[in-house]
Each structure stands twice: as structure tokens, then as C-alpha cells.
């Protein structure tokens, strides 16, 4: 074999098992990411699910029943309770311990969930860097889109059983319903198909993880411009340093507010998709259903809840996974 033959041969094993530690590392920091995030903010998470959910309006009933005539209690049922209020009804009727309720399911979700999306966001950017400007708004919006339906076609049924466990409303007095019992409910009433509720309303989220994952670029873009510019001697631009990250907080807390504002109809969808026997079937039905039901309010149900919580969660996600990028490729 020749000498360049010999050589072109080695350069193509290095740049795969490059290319292999590349995935690895943001499939491990993606996972660190998801899972500290998902820890701090789960009552949040609880709290917003329950908003959302359509039975939140029975809390309402029992809590007026005794102080309202029977006339008035139809009015009562319609009216949303804020976040605080939410927060009191469940920690008055189920204690404190249901507020990280489905957190099992959370991590086991989370964790690949994250693991999958930022593994597969950074492989597509890096490819699409070669064919399209590189870091280019285009980039960042396929490799978002794609990402996330990678990640939300692996992982749907964990996140199902994991709204069925923060719904579920059996545990007032009674053994509260494992994750296993879910998965069996689940399979027995709607089989395999069962565990794909609400899958059209998922990838309809893919708009706020493509608006999110594009001014969050955009925004790290030009503070690492602000930085160099600022510089005004020869350190070495990679080396990072606390505000580095800090700014990537702020950065992503702006994003995600922007985003989820901009997309959040579709998270009510599809926790209604995912409610146990209800009338719900599909997405358009759904967002249809709800508009004549309950008025245009109603898609905009625990978006406070879900801001207050979803800010500092990618905060910590974000930072968390740039760290571990930068630690593990330092």
C-alpha cells in the first residue's frame, strides 16, 4: 500500500472516531442537561400539568360547592384557578410528596429525551455546516426541526405514562398508581397505539423548538462577538469563563420565553390528547373542541405556570450542557 493510500486511510479512521466522540459527548451532556433541570423544576411541572388538563375544573366544584347556590356553580367550573391556587388544592388534598409525582418517568424521559435531541442537533448542524453558510439561520432551524422529531418519535410513550401519573387523582386515601400499572392501563384500554397519544400535537411542537434553538444561536452568536471585540488582549478565545455561561443562561431563559409564548396552544393539546378517556382524538379536533368549549383563554392555560417553570429549566439545561461540552472537550 502507498504512503498516501496509508495516509488518507488513517485520516479517515481519526475523523470517525472523532465524529464518534463528538456524538457521545453531547449525547452524555445533553442527558446531564435534561436531568438537573428536570429535578429542581418538577413541582412546576405538576402544577402546570394539572392547569392544563381538563378535570382541573372538578377541583373547582368541590372547592365552591358549599359557599355557591346550584345556579351559580356552572359559572364557577369555568373559571381557571391561577397557579398558587393550584399549587394549595394539590398540597391541601395530596400532600407534598405529589408535587414530584411522574418524576420517575421524568428522568427516564428526560435523560435520553435530551440525550437524543442535542446528540442529533449538533451532528446535523456540523453536517449542514458543510453544505449550507455555516451557523446560518437555515442550519439551525433544520438541525432543530430534525432533532426534535428524532427525539419526540423515540420517547412519546414516556412521556405519556408520565402526564397520566401527574393527572391521575386516585391517591386520597388510596395507593397512589405506579408507573407500571400506567404502562399496564395503558396497553389494556388502548394498546401499542395507546402509547402514542398525542404525538400530533408533539411534533407540532417542533415550531418552538426550532424558534427557541434559533434566537438562542443567534444570541450566543453575538455575545461570543461582544466578547471578542471586547478583548482587547491575545487570550485564547476558547477558554471560558463564569459570565461565559451565565450569558448562555440569559440566553436561553430569553429564547425559550420567546418560543413558548409564540407555541404553547399546542402543550394544552396534547395533554388533553393524553388524558385518559376523554374525547379528545385528534389535534385539529382537539384545538377545535377547546376554542367552542372554553373560549380562546383555554389554550393559553398554565402558560404562567409553564414560563416560571420552563425559564429556569433550560436555563440550567442549557448551561448545564454547555459545561459538560466544554469540560469533557477541554
Given at each position: 500500500?502507498?504512503?498516501s ?8 479512521a ?73 399549587l394549595k ?68 410513550p ?29 396497553y ?15 411534533y ?9 434553538f ?60 393524553r388524558?385518559?378517556?376523554t ?52
Amino acid at each position: 500500500m502507498s504512503t498516501s493510500a496509508h495516509y488518507l486511510l488513517s485520516a479517515g479512521a481519526k475523523h470517525e472516531r472523532m465524529s464518534q466522540r463528538h456524538s457521545l459527548v453531547h449525547l452524555f451532556a445533553g442527558g446531564c442537561g435534561g436531568t438537573v433541570g428536570a429535578i429542581l423544576t418538577c413541582p412546576l411541572e405538576v402544577v402546570k400539568t394539572r392547569l392544563q388538563s381538563s378535570s382541573i375544573t372538578l377541583y373547582i366544584s368541590e372547592v365552591h360547592l358549599s359557599t355557591v347556590n346550584g345556579a351559580s356553580v356552572n359559572r364557577v367550573t369555568r373559571v381557571s384557578p391561577g397557579p398558587l391556587h393550584c399549587l394549595k388544592m394539590i398540597l391541601q388534598k395530596e400532600g407534598p410528596r405529589s408535587l414530584f409525582r411522574g418524576l420517575g418517568p421524568n428522568l427516564v424521559g428526560v435523560a435520553p429525551s435530551r440525550a437524543i435531541y442535542f446528540a442529533a442537533y449538533s451532528n446535523c448542524k456540523e453536517k449542514l455546516n458543510n453544505i449550507f453558510e455555516p451557523d446560518s439561520t437555515q442550519v439551525h432551524m433544520i438541525s432543530a426541526g430534525v432533532a426534535g422529531f428524532t427525539a419526540i418519535t423515540a420517547t412519546n410513550p414516556i412521556w405519556l405514562i408520565k402526564t397520566r401519573l401527574q393527572l391521575d387523582a386516585r391517591n386520597r386515601g388510596e395507593k397512589q398508581m405506579s408507573a407500571f400499572e400506567c404502562v399496564r392501563k395503558v396497553y389494556h384500554s388502548d394498546g401499542i397505539k395507546g402509547f402514542y397519544r398525542g404525538m400530533s400535537a408533539s411534533y407540532a411542537g417542533i415550531s418552538e423548538t426550532v424558534i427557541h434553538f434559533v434566537i438562542y444561536e443567534s444570541i450566543k452568536r453575538k455575545l461570543l462577538e461582544f466578547k471578542t471585540a471586547s478583548s482587547m488582549d491575545s487570550e485564547d478565545e476558547s477558554v471560558k469563563e463564569a459570565s461565559d455561561f451565565v450569558g448562555m443562561m440569559m440566553a436561553a431563559a430569553t429564547s425559550k420565553t420567546c418560543a413558548t409564548s409564540i407555541a404553547y396552544p399546542h402543550e394544552v393539546v396534547r395533554t388533553r390528547l393524553r388524558e385518559e378517556g376523554t374525547k379528545y382524538r385528534a389535534f385539529f379536533q382537539t384545538l377545535s373542541l377547546l376554542v367552542r368549549e372554553e373560549g380562546y383563554g383555554s389554550l393559553y392555560r398554565g402558560l404562567t405556570t409553564h414560563l416560571i417553570r420552563q425559564i429556569p429549566n433550560t436555563a440550567i439545561m442549557m448551561s448545564t450542557y454547555e459545561v459538560v461540552v466544554y469540560l469533557l472537550n477541554g
